[in-house]
């Protein structure tokens, strides 16, 4: 059963950097797949971040491109999210998912990670 | 980007009555649409992919259909368990786009 879980720091002050990664199990990431990042903030609908492939192929969102960074660690089997400079309205609850292209649905997620932005 | 526009806002209805949740987009998406289940405190479910295709274990009560800019989903006999948010979501530029969402409250 492939499984995917969020982890990072749930609080991070203004102008700084905010880290997240998604570890996958049960099925390794180097096989097939893009991974991509979406948030969500609170009481708000959904937004695309970034996907990225096994091979590092990557594809942003040009509202955030600015600020992300996308990476993948296949020897860990996860990925990872990094958005700089983040002001409070990046709080949001952060998703970690599958899919199939670097523009494409989202099959499968993880449970979610809320991050807030406040000093 | 493609701006997706979903309509209403809010639906209320009973267990067994038919929902019919649309989804209009700023323009031709061709039939790269799907259609999400999201309840309080989780993630998204796909529910629908390329407009009309029933994502793996989804009842067949749920149904989608359309193409170009405008798009239905229908759950055909309410249960309980289907009062949540639903989002459209299209992959045919990007960035990909999500709607704004239906909440489908029981009345």
């Known amino acids: 059963q492939v499984q995917l879980q969020e982890s990072g720091p749930g609080l991070v002050k203004p102008s700084e950097t905010l880290s997240l990664t998604c570890n996958v199990s049960g099925y390794s990431i180097s096989t097939d797949f893009y991974w991509g990042w979406i948030r969500q903030p609170p009481g708000k609908g959904l937004e695309w971040i970034a996907s990225i492939y096994s091979s590092g192929s990557t594809n942003y969102n040009p509202s955030l491109r600015s600020r992300v960074t996308i990476s993948i660690d296949t020897s860990k089997n996860q990925f990872s999210l990094k958005l700089t400079s983040v002001t409070a309205a990046d709080t949001a609850m952060f998703y970690c998912?599958?899919?199939?292209?670097?523009?494409?649905?989202?099959?499968?997620w993880g449970r979610g990670t809320l991050v807030t932005v406040s000093s | 980007e493609i701006v997706l526009t979903q309509s209403p806002a809010t639906l209320s209805l009973s267990p067994g009555e038919r929902a019919t949740l649309s989804c209009r987009a700023s323009q031709s998406v061709s039939s790269y649409l799907a259609w999400y289940q999201q309840k309080p405190g989780q993630a998204p479910r796909l529910l629908i992919y390329?407009?009309?295709n029933r994502a793996t274990g989804i009842p067949a009560r749920f149904s989608g259909s359309g193409s170009g800019t405008d798009f239905t989903l229908t759950i055909s006999s309410l249960e309980p368990d289907d009062f949540a948010v639903y989002y459209c979501?299209?992959?045919?530029?990007?960035?990909?786009?999500f709607g704004q969402g239906t909440q489908l409250e029981i009345k």
């Open positions: 979501q299209q992959r045919s530029n990007s960035p990909g786009t």
């Open positions: 390329d407009g009309s």
């Open positions: 998912a599958r899919t199939r292209s670097s523009v494409g649905y989202f099959d499968l």
